[in-house]
């Protein structure tokens, strides 16, 4: 029986208990598919360079698909070695840090003392208890953070090898899809394909592009408040900012404890505050809606329930994996009939006319 010929209420049930059901695969094995999702947008990047290497310099699959991989990790391999360099050199200022920060959470005591009337004695005596019911319950956080770190590793092993398989693979999985689909339909299975290969390949060039302008707008404005390492901290800024909400967040609490190394400040403190806000403020209003939204044509409504959704599936990943599936979801969902009013909803189209549309659909119905 085709969809297209039950009732109303029949395809909804059909398409919300299939959104379940995928969701809750997804919820419950995100350890297996998470990896695989992220390599297949990595292979998607990487499919020009392999195209290249494959037909262009008549390279064998093999070794085209292998240097493709190592390629895309010698440019991970050095973004971390540059990081870990620079991570290194501001250990050298780890008892300055401790000074400042010492010097800084006094300066904290005696505003709280001054301004809610709460001696420092008890303030040291709150902070301790805090400290040892963290310390009750530290064994489950330490377990975490090491199984945590574990699946980290793991990942980042296992996705060059799928990267390696998906590029391998790519005419294998692309002959598989068509021997699903009818032959009438090959024109559509080729038009999907090929629109999701051009909007994830826009999207993660869109969000380099995004990283490296924020990186830069955040080391100059650090740069001219006086905070050092300004170039580390701006590059760990971008990197945390491709994770949605909390990434700058994160990165300002880095940037904070590393501006101790300096004089501690609380103009300084101030100021990295205020090139956060500018920054965020420059991203947010001028480069997601020209570079990102202008990519990927999906609304904000259902932007953020994407992110939140796959925030509480597969953590980071999940966030980070939101936006790309969406947009092939809305790229599937318009080129298929039954499914395109879910595409619409998906997008970001804003009628102009709106009344005037369901007059005239009204008058076409009489």
Not at 4 to 24: E, M, N, Q, R
Not at 134 to 158: F, Q, Y
Not at 204 to 225: C, N, P, Q, R
Request: net charge positive.
């Amino acid at each position: 029986m085709e969809l297209a010929k039950l009732p109303f209420y029949a395809k909804i049930s059909c398409i919300l208990i299939s959104l379940i059901c995928f969701g809750y695969i997804f919820y419950i094995g995100n350890d297996i598919i998470t990896p695989v999702l992220m390599a297949f947008l990595f292979a998607i990047l990487l499919v020009p360079i392999f195209t290249f290497l494959n037909t262009k310099l008549k390279l064998p699959r093999y070794f085209a698909a292998i240097t493709c991989v190592l390629l895309f990790v010698a440019f991970i391999l050095g973004i971390l070695a540059f990081i870990s360099y620079e991570v290194t050199d501001m250990a050298n200022d780890f008892e300055t840090i401790k000074k400042n920060a010492n010097s800084f959470i006094i300066d904290i005591h005696k505003f709280i003392k001054a301004k809610f009337n709460i001696s420092i004695w008890e303030q040291k005596r709150y902070i301790g208890n805090v400290a040892k019911d963290s310390v009750k319950n530290g064994s489950g956080t330490i377990g975490s953070a090491i199984m945590t770190i574990s699946d980290l590793l793991l990942e980042s092993t296992i996705i060059p090898i799928y990267i390696f398989l998906f590029l391998l693979y790519k005419d294998h999985f692309t002959l598989f899809l068509s021997k699903l689909i009818n032959k009438e339909n090959h024109s559509v299975l080729k038009d999907i394909l090929s629109q999701i290969k051009i909007s994830i390949n826009n999207y993660i060039i869109s969000l380099i592009l995004e990283m490296v302008i924020v990186s830069v707008l955040t080391s100059f404005g650090l740069w001219i408040i006086g905070v050092k390492y300004f170039i580390l901290l701006g590059l760990i800024t971008g990197i945390l900012n491709l994770i949605p909400y909390i990434g700058i967040l994160i990165a300002g609490v880095i940037t904070l404890l590393a501006s101790l190394t300096g004089s501690g400040e609380t103009s300084i403190i101030l100021g990295i505050l205020i090139v956060n806000i500018i920054v965020q403020l420059i991203d947010n209003n001028i480069l997601v809606p020209l570079i990102i939204n202008s990519k990927v044509e999906i609304n904000a409504f259902v932007s953020i329930i994407g992110i939140i959704v796959g925030g509480a599936s597969a953590g980071i990943s999940g966030m980070f994996l939101a936006i790309p599936l969406l947009a092939i979801l809305k790229i599937i969902f318009d080129r298929i009939e039954s499914l395109e009013p879910w595409g619409y909803l998906l997008g970001n189209d804003m009628p102009k006319n709106f009344a005037w549309r369901i007059r005239k659909t009204r008058s076409q119905t009489k």
